[in-house]
């Protein structure tokens, strides 16, 4: 049975932990505290003693650092006014873009996801299209294989690859059943037809889960497939959603990510 994957501790690490990379340079968390102590404590020896590392290293490192993303730290020499170091204007612009990263990571980590298994159809650039229990669906993978041969990536996936197509309960727009949707006036490429099997409540925002390939089958939790949705409490009771309504799901092929399975035969 394909289930809703839930949130737990180690959901950010499980999607990837936050890092830029520049000319093969990766700015991680560790590299952000050294920028931000160079900041608060107005040089490197003062930084690298607030964090316990030695002054060399620090040093090291934001050379490193510099060589592949450029100015990060001002040095000034010493003199009446003494010397020390300040974050450049670039540094404290690769601070903000390594803020916001981690932010995108910790909000997709605090939501359901559900995973499906399945074996890609079709693949044309960033897109592909892959076969599972419940129908095909389009998604994004990490490569720009073709499918037609030829050497490739390890990030790249071909026609007949195993995948993991994995959809994040946010992506998910929910319907009545009732309410047909013109497939024209919509970019989404995905849609399922189901029945609500359950609601998790929340405050204000509800996790829906859908049985799909439930919504002829005349009661809820009977597909063997479900897909996670959060909905609003007001959309809820605007829609009068209780387990056992037939519903109609949709979501984008940019908002789902296709992951190689590390098994492949």
Known sequence: ???PTEPGPNAAAGRGRAALIEDGVEF??????LLRAVDAAGSVAGAASDLGRSRARALSRIET???AYGTLVERRRGG?????SRLADSGRDLLDRYDRLQAVLAATAAVPETVLDGTVTAVDGELAVVDTAVGEISGLHGGSGAGGGGSRGDSEIAIGDAVQVRIGADAVTVNDAADAVDPDATSARNRLDGRVSAVDPGETVSTLRIAIGAA????????DTEVAALITAESIERLGLAPGDPVSIRWKATATRLVPQTDRR
């Open 1 to 3: 049975m394909e289930e």
């Open 28 to 33: 991680d968390g560790r590299d952000a505290a």
């Open 65 to 67: 650092l510099e060589d």
């Open 80 to 84: 009446e006014g003494g010397g020390g």
């Open 216 to 223: 002829d089958e005349g009661a809820a939790g009977v597909s």
